[in-house]
């Protein structure tokens, strides 16, 4: 018997699971950025849009690649993964987003590695909390509908 494969989500899905993640982020997060590091609003929100950026592209990347090895490891789909698991995915995508935007952050602001590294661990740290929050929100906004009764052929 030939292990199963669950359904993935659609291409179109995941660029409304990406936007909305990114537009809920940035109004989330932007004006507590601007007034923890003293950036103005409109360079704050100009950062945090190429930051967004950045974190689509990965989002993508990263959601695709760990939702087919989950599925092909466990044989469910995203929508039904464990808490342990969500917990596991959003870490994982906060430190590789963070090894992306630090050299990013540390440019755009001037900010030593250290400052630079506090405030990216600050923003990755609420992101850890929002990333959680949010895609368990999608998942039952949005569940996966399972495969139809020729999807084995």
């Given at each position: 018997m030939a292990p199963?494969?669950?359904?993935?989500?659609?291409?179109p899905d995941r660029c409304r699971q990406?936007?909305?993640?990114?537009?809920?982020?940035?109004?989330?997060?932007?004006?507590?950025?601007?007034?923890?590091?003293?950036t103005p609003l409109a360079d704050s929100a100009a950062l945090m849009a190429l930051l967004a950026l950045i974190a689509a592209l990965w989002n993508g990347a990263y959601n695709t690649s760990f939702d087919w090895?989950?599925?092909?490891?466990?044989?469910r789909?995203?929508?039904?993964?464990p808490t342990r698991w969500r917990i596991v995915h959003a870490l994982g995508f906060e430190f590789g987003l963070l090894a992306l935007t630090l050299p990013v952050l540390m440019w755009w602001t001037g900010m030593g590695?250290?400052?630079?590294?506090?405030?990216d661990l600050a923003l990755a740290f609420v992101y850890v909390v929002y990333a959680f929050v949010f895609n368990m929100a999608y998942d039952r906004a949005f569940p996966i509908e399972p495969p139809g009764p020729d999807a084995s052929a």
């Open positions: 199963v494969k669950p359904k993935l989500r659609s291409f990406i936007a909305l993640f990114e537009l809920f982020g940035l109004l989330l997060i932007t004006p507590p950025f601007a007034w923890a590091s003293g090895l989950d599925g092909h490891l466990s044989g789909t995203a929508d039904r993964r590695w250290l400052e630079a590294l506090i405030a």
